[in-house]
Antibody
Framework: EVQLVESGGGLVKPGGSLRLSCAGYGFSFTNAWVSWVRQAPGKGLEWVGR??????????DFAAPVKGRFTISKDDSKNTVYLQMNSLKAEDTAVYYC????????????????WGQGTQVAVSS | DIQMTQSPSTLSASVGDRVTITCRAS??????LAWYQQKPGKAPKLLIYKASSLESGVPSRFSGSGSGTEFTLTISGLQPDDLATYYCSQYNTYVTFGGGTKVEIK
């Protein structure tokens, strides 16, 4: 059974940093594209950023609100993806979900088939 | 950036009703649209991809249609288990979600 488990959330002061982890079980991240999606309290879903598979260059892309402050990395040996969040702002307060992109035998697409349970990040002084 | 607009933001319907949710893109996205269901306190779940393809295991009462800029999600025969918020998402250019439609059961 495929499972994604996020961890690392918590309370951090504005301007601080936090690193979230997403561990995958029941499948390998080696050929996976992984995105982070967040949801502010009482609000809708917002795509944060994506990392492609090593085969596709392990390139990353980010939404405008987090570009330059957030980075995503992968450790295939640990089957884990990381979201490094720097210069945090109050508006980054949200539940952060790790999610995998659907990939066929030839292509990956920007829609999401598996989701973690989410980890809460609160940015407040 | 491509903007996605969903309507209505909330709807209330009775068990057995046919429910339709609309999603409009700010520019053409061909058929690159997905629908997700999010139940309270849970992670989203994929329902529909490529505008009208039903994800494996999703009940057949859910269906999607549309192309270009106008899309709809239809629930044919609303069930109590369908209480949730539904989001459309374009994936033509990166990813953008609609604002969500909360479905309540009368």
């Amino acid at each position: 059974e495929v499972q994604l488990v996020e961890s690392g959330g918590g309370l951090v002061k504005p301007g601080g940093s936090l690193r979230l982890s997403c561990a995958g079980y029941g499948f390998s991240f080696t050929n996976a594209w992984v995105s982070w999606v967040r949801q502010a309290p009482g609000k809708g879903l917002e795509w944060v950023g994506r990392i492609k598979s090593k085969t596709d260059g392990e390139t990353t892309d980010f939404a405008a609100p987090v570009k330059g402050r957030f980075t995503i990395s992968k450790d295939d040996s640990k089957n884990t993806v990381y979201l490094q969040m720097n210069s945090l702002k109050a508006e980054d307060t949200a539940v952060y979900y790790c999610t995998t992109h659907y990939c066929s035998s030839t292509n990956c697409y920007n829609y999401f088939d598996y989701w973690g349970q989410g980890t809460q990040v609160a940015v407040s002084s | 950036d491509i903007q996605m607009t969903q309507s209505p933001s909330t709807l209330s319907a009775s068990v057995g009703d046919r429910v339709t949710i609309t999603c409009r893109a700010s520019q053409s996205i061909s058929i690159w649209l997905a629908w997700y269901q999010q139940k309270p306190g849970k992670a989203p779940k994929l329902l529909i991809y490529k505008a009208s393809s039903l994800e494996s295991g999703v009940p057949s009462r859910f269906s999607g249609s549309g192309s270009g800029t106008e899309f709809t999600l239809t629930i044919s025969g609303l069930q109590p288990d369908d209480l949730a918020t539904y989001y459309c998402s374009q994936y033509n250019t990166y990813v953008t979600f609609g604002g969500g439609t909360k479905v309540e059961i009368k």
